[in-house]
């Protein structure tokens, strides 16, 4: 699963509708329903419905919701994610998390809380008191 991430950080053309670039800076909010990619900067948050990849030279000063996200670069802002987060080794997020899964590979900086989204059917505890 996350292998087919690290080919799009390694190939940013495969089935991404957005690209900004990394000699281009965003002031404002960034809102789709396909995939995004970020190699420059984006100050304001980011909500798609599809997959967010913010490649080695991407800086992101905002919340970020997409269905899956992997981080190379910079992100400063929460994260709302229905599935995956994985910070790359090179990646850093600083913020709260609230995802299905999170992986953090070696050399990646993860700075905030995490909250992990209840899977139907998993087992939740009985209240004490």
Sequence with gaps: ?????????????????????RNTAINGQISGSGNIRVDGRVDGGIAVEGDAVIGESGI???????ASLMVAGSVTGNADVDGNLSIQETGQL????????????????????????????????????
């Design 60 to 66: 992101v000063n905002g919340d970020i919701k997409a």
């Design 94 to 129: 600083i913020g709260d998390v609230k995802v299905r899964s999170l992986n953090i590979s070696d050399g990646g900086i993860f700075k905030g809380r995490s909250e992990m989204a209840v899977r139907s059917g998993s087992y939740e505890p009985d209240p004490i008191g």
């Design 1 to 21: 699963m996350f292998e087919s991430m690290k080919r799009r950080v390694d190939n940013p053309r495969d089935d991404i509708e957005t690209i900004i670039g």
